[in-house]
Each structure stands twice: as structure tokens, then as C-alpha cells.
């Protein structure tokens, strides 16, 4: 059983509300660049609160991990005021936004298991970008789930992922 998951937040947790998985979430970030603005574009994506609960009560930890151009102090922020905002903030043991490149991910995925006393084999990264979320995680050696989405799908190595998953509460099935 995996005693440590770590979520992405965007296209994860939440989405747009006006384009879902049919477009990148990356857009709201740059059409609202406030915040505060873009956040009221954003919803969470039905069944995370019901997941995250049955996740917790099991005992796992639960750690977000979003990738963030901004500065890091301003960046964690963000990420706090967020999951504050979705009322999600007493599920996560630690919520990070990671540096703005694709090895990011890994990087802290390491250091977090590591600091928590865990293995990579106890460890699992649930994300919606294969090169953001699901390459990070298996190029350090941990499992990943990459949900299955429009805008991944013209990524040219998302066919060959094996592990995907339609909904965020179909994890529950690969702890």
C-alpha cells in the first residue's frame, strides 16, 4: 500500500470551470494574472473532497506539489491561499509549489520522502501533464498516475503511458 501520495494542484484538484480537460489550466494564470482573479475562474473537480477523505483515512499522507513561474515565497502563497480557499488545506500534510522546470517535481518528491522517513516504493505522484507531473515522478524512480485529459493528448509519449486514470477518485484503486 502507498503511505505517501503527492498531488499536482492544477487539472488535478482543480480545473477552470469554463474549459475543464478540454484546455490546459495554464490559460486562466495568464489571463488573470491576479491571483485572486484567476482563482475565481477555478473550481474544484467533483469527488477531491470525497477522495482526499477516504485517502486520510487511511492513513496516508497527502502532499501537493504545482509548478509555479513566480518567485518561491510568492508562489507558496499562492498555493497556501488556494487550498485555504477550496477548504481542502486540513488534507495536505505540506503543500509546495515547485520551481518553474520539469525536474522540479522530482526534486522535492525525493527530499519530502527522504525528510519523512519514506522509500520511493511507498511513494505515488497523481498528475494531469506528462512532462509537469508523470515524467518528474518516474524519472526519480517513483510511481505516478497521469489523469487522462484533451490537452495531454497530443503529447506524443501520453500513449505510451500505462497508468492513467479518468477521475481523480479512480486512485483509490492503485494505493
Same mark, same amino acid.
Given at each position: *500500500?502507498?503511505?505517501?501520495?503527492?498531488?499536482?494542484?492544477?487539472?488535478? @484538484?482543480? #480545473?477552470?470551470?469554463?474549459?475543464? #480537460?478540454?484546455?490546459?489550466?495554464?490559460?486562466?494564470?495568464?489571463? #488573470?494574472?491576479?491571483?485572486? @482573479?484567476?482563482?475565481?475562474?477555478? *473550481?474544484?473537480?467533483?469527488?477531491?473532497?470525497?477522495?482526499?477523505?477516504?485517502?486520510?483515512?487511511?492513513?496516508?499522507? %497527502?502532499? !501537493?506539489?504545482?509548478?509555479?513561474?513566480?518567485?518561491?515565497?510568492?508562489?507558496?502563497?499562492? *498555493?497556501?491561499?488556494?487550498?485555504?480557499?477550496? /477548504?481542502?488545506?486540513?488534507?495536505?500534510?505540506?503543500?509546495?509549489?515547485?520551481?518553474?522546470?520539469?525536474?522540479?517535481? /522530482?526534486?522535492?518528491?525525493?527530499?519530502?520522502?527522504?525528510?519523512? /522517513?519514506?522509500?520511493?516504493?511507498?511513494? %505515488?505522484?497523481? /498528475?494531469?501533464?506528462?512532462?509537469?507531473? #508523470?515524467?518528474?515522478?518516474?524519472?526519480?524512480?517513483?510511481?505516478? %498516475? %497521469? !489523469?487522462?485529459?484533451?490537452?495531454?493528448?497530443?503529447?506524443?509519449?501520453?500513449?505510451?503511458?500505462?497508468?492513467?486514470?479518468?477521475?481523480?477518485?479512480?486512485? @483509490?484503486?492503485?494505493?
Amino acid at each position: *500500500m502507498k503511505k505517501i501520495i503527492f498531488f499536482d494542484a492544477d487539472g488535478t @484538484l482543480w #480545473y477552470p470551470r469554463q474549459t475543464k #480537460y478540454n484546455k490546459h489550466p495554464v490559460w486562466v494564470y495568464r489571463q #488573470y494574472p491576479n491571483p485572486h @482573479l484567476a482563482r475565481k475562474q477555478i *473550481m474544484l473537480i467533483p469527488g477531491v473532497i470525497q477522495t482526499l477523505r477516504k485517502l486520510k483515512k487511511k492513513g496516508i499522507k %497527502l502532499i !501537493i506539489l504545482s509548478t509555479n513561474p513566480r518567485e518561491p515565497k510568492e508562489a507558496n502563497a499562492i *498555493m497556501q491561499d488556494s487550498v485555504k480557499h477550496f /477548504g481542502i488545506k486540513d488534507f495536505f500534510e505540506e503543500v509546495h509549489a515547485t520551481r518553474d522546470y520539469h525536474e522540479s517535481k /522530482g526534486e522535492f518528491i525525493l527530499e519530502i520522502i527522504k525528510k519523512l /522517513g519514506f522509500s520511493k516504493k511507498d511513494a %505515488l505522484m497523481v /498528475g494531469d501533464s506528462y512532462e509537469w507531473d #508523470y515524467k518528474p515522478a518516474r524519472d526519480v524512480g517513483v510511481d505516478a %498516475l %497521469l !489523469i487522462e485529459n484533451s490537452y495531454e493528448k497530443i503529447h506524443p509519449n501520453t500513449n505510451k503511458v500505462k497508468r492513467k486514470i479518468r477521475k481523480l477518485s479512480d486512485v @483509490l484503486k492503485f494505493i
